[in-house]
């Protein structure tokens, strides 16, 4: 059978060439499938479409460009599986790498998305009064992305998705090393619903780069270059821009420092490195490289970095090449020979294929060492002794690169101190030197480029600044929408606010306005916004994040009246969709009526403004998506942006708690030992409404936390890298069984204990782990039962209330050694509760369903939905003084 052909993607549809390369495995060797070879000629295919296409996607509507990038967000989270082999096949390393990847590119589309209803210009104050001036940001139209193979997900989709986002078209020349991850973002993209020519995709090999790449930058249809990958190749595409005239953006090479000060946590600091230089065999261009040490602590990190590195990385690690391993083992045999120390490793150790290197470390490394200056880019690091800040600092900003780098300290002073003055992109205090997120700008200084990915820098860099109106406006003016870009053309007049002479900055303000008495209106102030959609069909929806919205001003009465300029705009909106068209900027706003609520506008990530004379439908709505918390309520509740692990969180008690800490804002992962629920099922309905209603975010995970304790721990640590701290667990995993104690089996109470106790006790260790590595603070809350005090009337279930009272037994014991450290530890013990199980258990046993509710003082029994309120209470910081506590909720089951 002939090996898959990894086609191109241009206009929309897959183009098999006349010829073909061979895409190898590094970890097996074989070859995983061929890949089409991109001509010049192909190129400029690709650049047609994306020129042709450019007009539409430019006038696109924000909304439609949002919609498709959660639509594509969404079908890459339900095609994990898939995705994730296509990268262990094309770079050989694991499906961990794999999710990581994907985690972090579908948070980097939403994020993006998230931002692309704020995309607009501003409007400045002119020197004449008589004059006003409106800028615009315009895409620049066709964008050449370039992107690497080392992380491919994450470099290949940001390369594309904010030009994308806005509103540029996108030819993708991935690399030769991974197409069909490539063409796997291209084609989810299009299954979104990306309109056909916005996104193209072609590769190509080694021997016809230079000229493919050529073409690309010199057709005249490119306006704008962005890539990502090595220093040497960078450096020629740039000159290729700029023999052009073009403007590019470039993330480069790295050389990355962690400096290990005097006073650092050297456990956090062996950690860090050791991850931060062998992640990805060390094939990421933040990967640590160099490790700076105070001579006063360097013996004793020296040690810890090499149990670190033992216990991380116990296996020799892939590289994309065997050129990449032999070019490491230069760089060590040369520093070796000039009389560098090798602590860990061995260049000669034989290992399964030549793409495999274990982890090396070197000490006594000195300038006239080629591995002083030079990227390994892979599995090796360096340590260096230093024994003054000074000293330090120069070793750290010695070197053509300046992408990222670490210091580890326990003083916040020195810590920024060094952060000042270090020469890169991005500084991390005590965290390893790798770490890219969305809402971070991403870039670096120096020979590791220019320019910045991702958050809203990302966007900027694919729009220029136009101007197209500058001139007097005279007061009371009225237009049609034709003569105001980006509202639909007719011929209904929109008449604009009529402005105060005293208004030297401001341009105008026009609104639609229905025939009919005066309505009560929202009023919103937004950063910068000049130009708002006019018509919008269906449901109006305003997806809004809480940091772009400054506050609320609800106000009776048909129009304000403006009393001096400033730099926000104010949108008026009615329950209707709104139809307004904004250009100018305003300070204070004096209502023609009278202001009935001033409301500082927090924790929602969406919006919607509706007006007091709403139908019941608007009400719901508003109801749902309240700017503001109800009246009595604390803000210590306020779980936002939170991350909480929740185990066995995939049905019963725990998917409700799940649910309830993403109502109260917490960024929720769910870990369980079952495939991921289908669709239909009580988490994949919890899932869709955090994604449609409450702008939410939960994960899920699968793993057994008795059996698969190294996945466990995995996992959690990837959650913990994911976001930079976790703050929370909800440790609901368990089973039980209703045996006598005379014919219960080893093997029945070992599973009962491994899951209910073993299983707690390492999901607790697990997260508490990364919370003391990240210096996190927060709550750990372990499910027992009623069942651990008290032996239940007529159910046998001896081993699982010992166990549940063990359960209780270790909340105390790790509250009390784990508060030092700011880990605050209680226990909920549940009453009966009525989930499907037992539903089920009461067609076997009816009794029960009558007797059990009278053994409580209330005489009924409870639903899950009775612990949504404790769990968000435990998590939160209204709990803040509790810890070592047995939170027992039983209708007063064991008050008797």
Same mark, same amino acid.
């Given at each position: 059978?002939?090996?898959?052909?990894?086609?191109?993607?241009?206009?929309?549809?897959?183009?098999?060439?006349?010829?073909?390369?061979? #895409?190898?495995?590094?970890?097996?060797?074989?070859?995983?499938? $061929?890949?089409?070879?991109?001509?010049?000629?192909?190129?400029?295919?690709?650049?047609?479409?994306?020129?042709?296409?450019?007009?539409?996607?430019?006038?696109?509507? !924000?909304?439609?460009?949002?919609?498709?990038?959660?639509?594509?967000?969404?079908?890459?989270?339900?095609?994990?599986?898939?995705?994730?082999?296509?990268?262990?096949?094309?770079?050989?390393?694991?499906?961990?790498?794999?999710?990581?990847?994907?985690?972090?590119?579908?948070? =980097?589309? /939403?994020?993006?998305?998230?931002? %692309?209803?704020?995309?607009?210009?501003?409007?400045?104050?002119?020197?004449?009064?008589?004059?006003?001036?409106?800028?615009?940001?315009?895409?620049?139209?066709?964008?050449?992305?370039?992107?690497?193979?080392? *992380?491919?997900?994450?470099?290949?989709?940001?390369?594309?998705?904010?030009?994308?986002?806005?509103?540029?078209?996108?030819?993708?020349?991935?690399?030769?090393?991974?197409?069909?991850?490539?063409?796997?973002?291209?084609?989810?993209?299009?299954?979104?619903?990306?309109?056909?020519?916005?996104?193209?995709?072609?590769?190509?090999?080694?021997?016809?780069?230079?000229?493919?790449?050529?073409?690309?930058?010199?057709?005249?249809?490119?306006?704008?270059?962005?890539?990502?990958?090595?220093?040497?190749?960078?450096?020629? #595409?740039?000159?290729?821009?700029?023999?052009?005239?073009?403007?590019?953006?470039?993330?480069?090479?790295?050389?990355?420092?962690?400096?290990?000060?005097?006073?650092?946590?050297?456990?956090?600091?062996?950690?860090?490195?050791?991850?931060?230089?062998?992640?990805?065999?060390?094939?990421?261009?933040?990967?640590?490289?160099?490790?700076?040490?105070?001579?006063?602590?360097?013996?004793?990190?020296?040690?810890?970095?090499?149990?670190?590195?033992?216990?991380?990385?116990?296996?020799?690690?892939?590289?994309?090449?065997?050129?990449?391993?032999?070019?490491?083992?230069?760089?060590?045999?040369?520093?070796?020979?000039?009389?560098?120390?090798?602590?860990?490793?061995?260049?000669?150790?034989?290992?399964?294929?030549?793409?495999?290197?274990?982890?090396?470390?070197?000490?006594?490394? !000195?300038?006239?060492?080629?591995?002083?200056?030079?990227?390994?880019?892979?599995?090796?690091?360096?340590?260096?002794?230093?024994?003054?800040?000074?000293? *330090?600092?120069?070793?750290?900003?010695? !070197?053509?690169? &300046?992408?990222?780098?670490?210091?580890?300290?326990?003083?916040?002073?020195?810590?920024?101190?060094?952060?000042?003055?270090?020469?890169?992109?991005?500084?991390?205090?005590?965290?390893? @030197?790798?770490?890219?997120?969305?809402?971070?700008?991403?870039?670096?200084?120096?020979?590791?480029?220019?320019?910045? +990915?991702?958050?809203?820098?990302?966007?900027?860099?694919?729009?220029?600044?136009?101007?197209?109106?500058?001139?007097?406006?005279?007061?009371?003016?009225?237009?049609?929408?034709?003569?105001?870009?980006?509202?639909?053309?007719?011929?209904?007049?929109?008449?604009? =606010?009529?402005?105060?002479?005293?208004?030297?900055?401001?341009? +105008?303000?026009? *609104?639609?306005?229905?025939?009919?008495?005066?309505?009560?209106?929202?009023?919103?102030?937004?950063?910068?916004?000049? %130009?708002?959609?006019?018509?919008?069909?269906?449901?109006?929806?305003?997806?809004?994040?809480?940091?772009?919205?400054? +506050?609320?001003?609800?106000?009776?009465?048909?129009?304000?009246?403006?009393?001096?300029?400033?730099?926000?705009?104010?949108?008026?909106?009615?329950?209707?969709?709104?139809?307004?068209?904004?250009?100018?900027?305003?300070?204070?706003?004096?209502?023609?009526?009278?202001?009935?609520?001033?409301?500082?506008?927090?924790?929602?990530?969406?919006?919607?403004?509706?007006?007091?004379?709403?139908?019941?439908?608007?009400?719901?709505?508003?109801?749902?998506?309240?700017?503001?918390?109800?009246?009595?309520?604390?803000?210590?509740?306020?779980?936002?942006? /939170?991350?909480?692990?929740?185990?066995?969180?995939?049905?019963?008690?725990?998917?409700?708690?799940?649910? *309830? $800490?993403?109502?109260?804002?917490?960024? %929720?992962?769910?870990?369980?030992?079952?495939?991921?629920?289908?669709?239909?099922?009580?988490?994949?309905?919890?899932?869709?409404?955090?994604?449609?209603?409450?702008?939410?975010?939960?994960?899920?995970?699968?793993?057994?936390?008795?059996?698969?304790?190294?996945?466990?721990?995995?996992?959690?640590?990837?959650?913990?890298?994911?976001?930079?701290?976790?703050?929370?667990?909800?440790?609901?995993?368990?089973?039980?069984?209703?045996?006598?104690?005379?014919?219960?089996?080893?093997?029945?109470?070992?599973?009962?204990?491994?899951?209910?106790?073993?299983?707690?006790?390492? @999901?607790?260790?697990? #997260?508490?782990?990364?919370?003391?590595?990240?210096?996190?603070?927060?709550?750990?809350?372990?499910?027992?039962?009623?069942?651990?005090?008290?032996?239940?009337?007529?159910?046998?279930?001896?081993?699982?209330?010992?166990?549940?009272?063990?359960?209780?037994?270790?909340?105390?014991?790790?509250? =009390?050694?784990?508060?030092?450290?700011?880990?605050?530890?209680?226990?909920?013990?549940? &009453?009966?509760?009525? !989930?499907?199980?037992?539903?089920?258990?009461?067609?076997?046993?009816?009794?029960?369903?009558?007797?059990?509710?009278?053994?409580?003082?209330?005489?009924?029994?409870? /639903?899950?939905?009775?612990?949504?309120?404790?769990?968000?209470?435990? $998590?939160?910081?209204?709990?803040?003084?509790?810890?070592?506590?047995?939170?027992?909720?039983?209708?007063?089951?064991?008050?008797?």
């Amino acid at each position: 059978m002939a090996p898959y052909t990894v086609p191109f993607i241009v206009n929309g549809e897959e183009c098999f060439a006349k010829d073909t390369f061979e #895409v190898k495995s590094p970890a097996t060797g074989e070859v995983v499938h $061929l890949c089409s070879l991109a001509t010049v000629s192909d190129a400029n295919a690709a650049v047609d479409a994306a020129a042709a296409a450019a007009t539409n996607w430019r006038n696109a509507s !924000t909304s439609l460009r949002r919609d498709i990038l959660l639509k594509a967000a969404d079908l890459m989270d339900n095609k994990r599986s898939e995705l994730e082999q296509h990268l262990v096949n094309e770079i050989g390393q694991s499906r961990n790498w794999g999710a990581f990847n994907l985690d972090i590119t579908i948070d =980097m589309i /939403k994020d993006c998305a998230g931002r %692309v209803s704020t995309l607009g210009g501003y409007v400045p104050s002119p020197s004449n009064p008589e004059t006003g001036a409106m800028i615009w940001r315009e895409p620049y139209g066709v964008v050449l992305a370039i992107a690497p193979w080392n *992380a491919p997900y994450i470099l290949g989709t940001r390369s594309a998705l904010y030009p994308i986002a806005a509103g540029c078209t996108v030819v993708l020349k991935g690399s030769e090393f991974s197409p069909r991850v490539m063409h796997a973002i291209t084609s989810i993209f299009h299954e979104a619903g990306l309109p056909k020519g916005v996104l193209n995709f072609i590769s190509t090999d080694p021997h016809n780069a230079p000229a493919v790449t050529e073409a690309l930058i010199a057709n005249p249809h490119v306006k704008k270059v962005n890539f990502t990958g090595s220093t040497a190749v960078g450096r020629i #595409v740039a000159r290729l821009a700029g023999q052009h005239l073009k403007p590019i953006v470039l993330e480069l090479g790295g050389k990355a420092p962690a400096i290990v000060w005097e006073d650092a946590n050297l456990d956090i600091a062996a950690e860090c490195c050791s991850r931060g230089a062998f992640l990805n065999s060390g094939q990421i261009c933040m990967s640590t490289e160099r490790i700076i040490v105070h001579k006063k602590v360097n013996k004793a990190f020296q040690e810890k970095l090499r149990d670190a590195v033992s216990r991380m990385w116990p296996d020799a690690l892939v590289h994309i090449n065997s050129q990449s391993v032999e070019k490491n083992k230069k760089l060590v045999q040369d520093a070796a020979n000039k009389g560098a120390l090798v602590l860990h490793g061995n260049v000669n150790a034989e290992e399964s294929s030549n793409t495999r290197l274990r982890p090396i470390v070197i000490a006594q490394i !000195t300038p006239e060492m080629d591995i002083y200056k030079q990227e390994s880019f892979g599995t090796t690091v360096s340590l260096l002794e230093v024994d003054s800040e000074e000293e *330090a600092l120069r070793i750290a900003n010695d !070197t053509e690169y &300046g992408l990222s780098s670490a210091v580890f300290t326990e003083d916040l002073r020195i810590g920024l101190r060094f952060a000042k003055n270090i020469e890169t992109g991005a500084v991390h205090i005590n965290n390893m @030197t790798p770490h890219d997120e969305a809402a971070l700008p991403h870039g670096g200084a120096k020979a590791s480029g220019f320019g910045r +990915f991702n958050a809203s820098a990302g966007l900027d860099e694919c729009q220029f600044f136009h101007i197209p109106l500058k001139g007097y406006i005279r007061p009371g003016l009225q237009a049609r929408a034709s003569d105001v870009r980006g509202v639909a053309t007719g011929t209904k007049t929109y008449t604009t =606010m009529k402005l105060a002479p005293r208004d030297s900055g401001s341009t +105008f303000l026009a *609104a639609w306005r229905k025939p009919g008495p005066a309505g009560v209106y929202n009023l919103a102030l937004f950063p910068f916004t000049p %130009v708002l959609p006019g018509r919008r069909s269906g449901k109006y929806k305003n997806y809004l994040r809480q940091d772009r919205l400054r +506050f609320m001003i609800t106000m009776a009465g048909i129009m304000p009246r403006i009393s001096r300029a400033t730099s926000s705009l104010v949108r008026l909106a009615r329950a209707t969709p709104p139809r307004i068209i904004s250009g100018g900027v305003i300070a204070a706003i004096r209502p023609a009526g009278v202001v009935t609520s001033s409301t500082p506008y927090v924790n929602s990530s969406r919006a919607r403004f509706m007006s007091s004379q709403s139908s019941p439908q608007s009400k719901r709505e508003v109801a749902q998506a309240s700017a503001s918390p109800a009246k009595g309520i604390l803000p210590e509740f306020d779980l936002n942006n /939170k991350v909480i692990i929740v185990s066995g969180g995939a049905q019963g008690l725990g998917i409700v708690q799940a649910e *309830a $800490l993403l109502e109260a804002g917490a960024i %929720v992962h769910v870990l369980d030992r079952q495939l991921e629920p289908p669709a239909g099922s009580i988490y994949q309905n919890v899932a869709q409404r955090a994604r449609d209603e409450l702008g939410s975010s939960i994960f899920y995970h699968q793993v057994d936390v008795r059996t698969g304790v190294d996945n466990l721990n995995s996992i959690v640590e990837a959650i913990a890298e994911k976001h930079g701290r976790i703050d929370g667990l909800i440790a609901a995993a368990g089973i039980q069984q209703e045996t006598p104690a005379l014919e219960y089996t080893a093997v029945d109470a070992d599973r009962m204990l491994g899951v209910n106790v073993t299983g707690c006790l390492m @999901t607790a260790q697990a #997260v508490a782990r990364q919370m003391t590595r990240l210096g996190s603070t927060g709550s750990l809350v372990l499910i027992a039962s009623m069942s651990g005090t008290i032996a239940n009337r007529g159910l046998i279930c001896p081993v699982y209330n010992a166990s549940k009272a063990a359960v209780i037994q270790l909340g105390r014991n790790l509250a =009390m050694e784990w508060g030092p450290k700011g880990i605050r530890v209680n226990t909920i013990s549940p &009453g009966y509760i009525v !989930t499907e199980m037992v539903q089920k258990l009461f067609i076997e046993y009816p009794d029960r369903e009558t007797e059990w509710p009278r053994q409580n003082m209330l005489n009924v029994l409870s /639903k899950p939905e009775d612990y949504r309120g404790a769990a968000v209470f435990l $998590l939160s910081d209204a709990s803040r003084f509790m810890t070592g506590a047995d939170l027992r909720i039983d209708g007063g089951h064991a008050a008797w």
